[in-house]
């Protein structure tokens, strides 16, 4: 078959179906029982023939894009460049993939952030994911409209109305800071910018040494990035001010920071210091040593993400889901 189909009854008449029927498979509906689903397709590949997408958009009024809006205060926040975020992405895209959808990603800033109801008006997208709740929850809960298709990533708070998908803040600080104590150290740190959700990592972490019966708390201030962090650490070694046996880092990349400091200063990991970070991005486990984190499940967290969006954009009951929090061990914070 050789004949370039130039419309769905082209297709239709090779097939020996009706153009209602091509449409469906092409769309990969239900309706269309997977035998002649394939067929259809295979025939329409071989016909060089693609859906207008344009003109059914117009015709059906929805995008068939998600769209991934990652909101900035400043550019210390996590970038769409960032392990983490980039991992979740990932996952996302690979799930709106097998429901045939596509994938915008862009960033705002938060005092633009009420102009994100204009991709659903202006059909740019029919639901919306949204990253940086944490840097300023209050300009979400103000400007977020839960009536909107939208799920947001991040801590679950009794007091908003939306939907989120993340993990337990609170109970991974925790959990990081009792598997230092646990190792015998008694002089450990949190390094992060502090925000909503790092607030809650940083509570943990300060419950866990009140539980062990410590009362000192060490904050450095770091923000999102490896650099700032090395910077950091590298400066207070530099002046004899590094006094910590641990370190809980909010983030991996804060921790991936730290330790290039801390090898180049020479410091033994863990036996001098030990440190744990917070995400479990995929190179945590090839860096010398491998760092321990607190896993968030970023490909359970892109399928929860977007089950609960397509619900909310169907009018299906939908849920906030808070996922496993686990400590994954490793060699820098527990020697062999």
């Known amino acids: 078959m050789s004949n370039k189909a130039h419309t769905l009854t082209d297709v239709a008449k090779a097939a020996g ?3 209602s029927t091509v449409s469906r498979a092409l769309n990969n509906s239900h ?89 659903v008006d202006e ?59 646990a190792q015998n150290r008694n002089n450990i740190c ?17 419950q866990a040494l009140r539980n062990a019966g410590f009362h000192y708390t060490h904050h450095l201030e770091t923000h ?8 950091v650490a590298k400066s207070l070694i530099a002046s004899g001010h590094f006094i910590y046996d641990a370190v809980v880092a909010a983030s991996d990349s804060i921790a991936l920071g730290f330790l290039k400091a801390l090898n180049e200063a020479n410091i033994p990991i863990p036996e001098q210091v030990a440190v744990v970070g917070y995400d479990d991005v995929a190179v945590s486990a090839y860096v010398t040593p491998a760092l321990s984190s607190i896993r968030q499940d970023t490909q359970l967290g892109g399928q929860y993400l977007v089950e609960q969006l397509f619900k909310k954009m169907s009018g299906a009951p939908c849920e906030s889901v808070v996922l496993a929090t686990n400590l994954i061990i490793r060699g820098s914070s527990e020697a062999n």
Do not use: C
Request: proline share 2%; aromatic share 8%.
């Open 123 to 181: 059909k740019k997208a029919d639901g919306l994911i949204l990253f940086g709740q944490g840097d300023d929850i209050h300009t979400f809960k103000q400007h977020v409209d839960p009536s909107l298709p939208v799920v947001i990533w991040g801590e679950l708070a009794d007091e908003l109305q939306y939907i989120t998908v993340g993990t337990d803040n609170f109970l991974g600080g925790q959990l990081a800071t009792e598997h230092l104590l």
């Open 190 to 206: 949190f390094a992060g910018h502090l925000s909503f959700e790092t607030e809650k990592r940083f509570a943990g972490y300060k």
């Open 31 to 119: 309706l269309v029982n997977d035998k002649t689903k394939q067929r259809i397709q295979a025939i329409a590949s071989e016909m060089n023939f693609q859906i207008n997408t344009l003109a059914r958009n117009l015709r059906t009024q929805k995008s068939n894009t998600i769209a991934v809006i990652l909101v900035k205060q400043s550019e210390e926040d996590q970038s769409a460049s960032e392990p983490f975020v980039l991992s979740l992405v990932g996952a996302i895209a690979d799930e709106l993939s097998r429901r045939n959808y596509d994938l915008l990603v862009t960033t705002v800033t938060t005092q633009s952030l009420h102009k994100i109801k204009q991709f």
């Open 17 to 19: 179906v009706s153009e």
């Open 224 to 231: 999102f990035t490896h650099e700032d962090a090395y910077q």
